[in-house]
């Protein structure tokens, strides 16, 4: 009930629609439907006083014809408006990815030479230059990350994101997730929990994408508990797909903001409040990555109390051997 009221209220919020398309006020299709539909209700009152008191055809036809042109016209402006959309979209599609591109290669370079220095030189760094090289290197590190998403986000937007899809060990992938997250529960007091109730769970999808999914559910559901806390993950197989949820007693997401979870950007009240290092495009990517593996991903969260995210793939397909 509430989301209906929002939606309702957001479609007549012609200053949010407009900031949120970058076009004035009077450009927003919202603005120009009213306007055509005040043209219609007008139009069809002025025919029907113009036919009562004017027996000439001319006039009605002439009347009408006026309209058919401010119809047309606040048509075409629609369209116009919805292509300069479409084109600053595509437009900004392809400057982030050269974007992107572009500042790969030095960020690796960057993060090759500190590497380099800091196990081939560092007898000769003091204590706190190490430091600093740490810390330029987790820099260089996020940094990389933010790049790569960037990348990811732009293939998606041009419906670029090619799979390389295998038969992959879906418990076997999900544990090495898990390991490779375990310093970094450990760190955050974060008790991590696992269970593949299946030996074998094979899934034909991209091994390294699905990775970079189970990485950002569990980092999240790691990162988004305030102080001490328990992580479980959970793999099955139901109905003929490879299910995962990742449990968490975390911060949780607020209801009023569930809806916009997967777009680009989004980051609830409560993380941003309290956490920084984030940027949003993680479940963007995740979700598209499932999607386009024929799988979905779905979570239930209550604030406060705690977020299960679930996604599911299909399993692979197992060949019979045909007996002659
Ligand atoms: P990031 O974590 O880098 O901000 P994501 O796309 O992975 O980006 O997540 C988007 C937002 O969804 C987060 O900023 C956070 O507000 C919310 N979120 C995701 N996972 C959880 C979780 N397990 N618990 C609470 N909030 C979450």
Known sequence: MFNLKQRVYDEFNLKKQADELGVSVWQTPS??????????IAAMTGIYVVSAH????????????LVVILLFTIGNSIIRTVEEVAKANKMKTEFVSIASHQLKTPISEMKWQIELLLIKFSTGLSVRQTEIMNEIARSSEKMGRLVNDLLDVARIDQGQLALDKKNVNFCDLANDSVESQKIFAKARNIELVTSCNVDKLMVFADKRRLSVVLDNLISNAIKYIDGKGKV?????????????????DGVGIPKNEQDNIAE??????NSIKNRTDGTGLGL????????QSGGK????????????????????????????
Do not use: H
């Open 31 to 40: 603005f120009l439907f009213i306007i055509m539909g005040l043209v219609i």
């Open 54 to 65: 004017y027996d000439s055809p001319e006039v009605v036809v002439i009347s009408e014809s």
């Open 232 to 248: 479980e993950i959970f793999v099955e197989n139901v109905d003929g797909f490879a299910q995962v949820c990742v449990r968490d």
């Open 264 to 269: 680009k950007f989004f980051r609830s009240n």
């Open 284 to 291: 963007y990517i995740a979700k598209n990555i499932i999607e």
């Open 297 to 324: 991903l779905w979570f239930k969260s209550i604030e406060n109390v705690g977020s299960e995210f679930y996604f599911s793939v299909p399993l692979a397909i197992e060949k019979e051997t045909v007996v002659a």
